[in-house]
């Protein structure tokens, strides 16, 4: 991929310490093993409001795919569906969320950024509804966005984004010029706050799920004000430096939702061990982010559809090793205390 393209994925917010500590943190949890269990048959398969899925891995939503690959979301679309699994489209995608929906063959979510216009969103969300989205997945880590100084320095410039069309800035049409800075300034909701998230859930008539919670407080909120779900996120260490790392704030958030609603996770999954410890300590499912993208970037849907597949095996390969043969049957005792 273009150099420019690689700065854009790898890079995180000032000295990108909360994108390594999510993969570091994953590191340093040690795995407990259960021998002499039969682990012929395994069965990986979770539900997730009302729709099965063969795994519980899932793809995060990500801006900008076409800087990466040409055929950008549509061939993550595809990647995902061959792979048999999910995929959050961006709001700041390149490709139109119906486009997209007309050559996924396994189930789409959508990912919201509100615009103070809220006609605007409105319209939105019913577009989403229309072309069969399942879930809604309203972004709430990021009122505006953090100090992101590689982007910066590598001059990152984003495809355009067919659901901007018609934003507006300062009550404006806006002349969004394509560049991330500029374009997250001029779209993002800084005033978004929990009035918005119970206008959203009157006006949607699919799942809504937060994505970006780290706070138990605030989880414990959401769960209050009725979301159907929480994705643990820190935006892939994109936004705010120094956060936990995501599974350091899971068991907590998990502890505090008690079973209330589900709980996901995002940030530093890079192996099946980390999927099987996430669930351990209170995932219901994962989304990858980065991993997907490279797949993506070297080889389209291929790409995605290998990526998948390489987490998939050595996922069933960690739950085989831990004597772990359904998902129920994963819990913290799982982990090496
Ligand atoms: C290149 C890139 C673009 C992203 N764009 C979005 C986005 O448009 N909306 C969003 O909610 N999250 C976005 N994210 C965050 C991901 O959804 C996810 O939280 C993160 O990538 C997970 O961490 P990982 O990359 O370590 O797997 C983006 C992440 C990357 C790497």
């Not at 206008?199 to 706070?215: E, F, H, T, Y």
Request: with cysteine; charged share 20%.
């Amino acid at each position: 991929m273009p150099a420019m393209a690689w700065e854009y994925v790898t890079a995180g917010a000032g000295d990108e310490l909360t994108v390594r500590w999510n993969q570091e943190a994953y590191q340093r949890i040690r795995l407990r093993p259960r021998v002499l269990v039969d682990v012929s048959k395994l069965d990986t398969r979770v539900t997730l409001f009302g729709q099965e899925l063969a795994f519980p891995i899932l793809l995060a939503p990500t801006a900008g795919q076409k800087l990466l690959h040409a055929d950008g979301e549509l061939a993550t679309a595809r990647g995902a569906a061959a792979a048999g699994t999910a995929m959050v489209l961006s709001c700041f995608s390149g490709t139109s969320l119906e486009d997209v929906a007309a050559v996924a063959k396994s189930p789409l979510w959508f990912q919201l950024y509100v615009q103070p216009d809220h006609g605007f969103t409105r319209e939105l969300v019913q577009r989403v509804e229309a072309a069969g989205y399942r879930a809604l997945c309203l972004t709430v880590d990021t009122p505006i966005t953090g100090a992101r100084n590689r982007e910066t320095r590598a001059a990152v410039k984003l495809p355009p984004m067919p659901h901007l069309e018609g934003f507006k800035v300062d009550g404006r049409e806006g002349h969004l010029h394509p560049g991330s800075a500029q374009v997250f300034s001029g779209v993002l909701d800084a005033a978004l706050s929990w009035k918005d998230v119970e206008w959203l859930r009157s006006v949607a008539k699919i799942p809504l799920v937060l994505k970006g919670v780290m706070n138990p407080d605030d989880a414990d909120r959401a769960a209050k004000s009725g979301v159907a779900g929480v994705i643990v996120s820190n935006h892939g260490g994109r936004n705010l430096d120094t956060l936990p790392a995501t599974i350091e704030a899971l068991p907590q958030v998990a502890d505090k939702v008690a079973g209330r609603m589900p709980v996901f996770v995002d940030g530093g999954i890079r192996r099946g061990t980390d999927v099987l410890k996430a669930l351990a300590l209170g995932a219901s499912a994962v989304f990858i982010g980065r991993p997907y993208l490279y797949g993506l970037g070297a080889a389209g849907e291929t790409g995605v559809m290998q990526v998948i597949n390489i987490l998939q095996r050595e996922f069933q390969m960690a739950m085989a090793l831990t004597g772990r043969t359904s998902i129920a049957s994963i819990d913290r005792s799982v982990i090496w205390a």
